[in-house]
């Protein structure tokens, strides 16, 4: 018998560092159990290259990534979701699209790090918000997901999302 694979949309405004850094980092972290989807409320249009450089020398396939609308998933044929992460304020803030489903949502706050001044700096804030979604996904994933009930389930995502690395 498999296991349920989820899905799971990672949000933030520009949809060009954070957020694809989730994406990228729960479909490796998930070993096909999570297929990760990012999107944004006012994509940038491009992907930030401190991402793609972060995730290039750490051993990631950047093929395919790309800055793209939420409303790319809020139309039928879209993938359901099952989990639905904030990882910027502003985005936390705004009116989201009605998502099939009742995905679970949750707010995993991360730092800007496409905002840091000089180079070495923002190589380093990179790694940091990498490091901060890594072990949060980490977290997430030793759920016992399909035997929580969605109240609960709510509160870890919440918790998750409170840690202080």
């Not at 944004?40 to 395919?64: F, M």
Request: net charge positive; aromatic share 10%; proline share 5%.
């Amino acid at each position: 018998m498999s296991e349920k694979q989820y899905n799971v949309l990672v949000l933030c405004t520009g949809n060009s560092a954070r957020s694809i850094l989730g994406e990228v980092l729960f479909n490796m972290l998930g070993k096909g159990r999570f297929r990760a989807y990012s999107a944004g409320s006012k994509p940038a249009g491009r992907v930030n290259p401190g991402a793609l450089e972060w995730l290039k020398t750490n051993g990631y396939d950047t093929a395919g990534l790309r800055s793209k609308s939420w409303d790319e998933f809020a139309v039928t044929g879209a993938p359901e979701f099952d989990f639905i992460f904030t990882v910027c304020d502003n985005a936390a803030g705004e009116v989201c699209p009605i998502w099939p489903g009742k995905p679970a949502t949750a707010h995993w706050g991360i730092p800007d790090p496409a905002h840091v001044e000089g180079e070495e700096a923002r190589r380093a804030a990179f790694k940091k918000a990498a490091e901060q979604l890594a072990r949060r996904i980490q977290l997430f994933m030793s759920l016992p997901i399909d035997k929580l009930d969605k109240l609960t389930l709510k509160e870890k995502l919440a918790e998750i999302g409170r840690l202080k690395d």
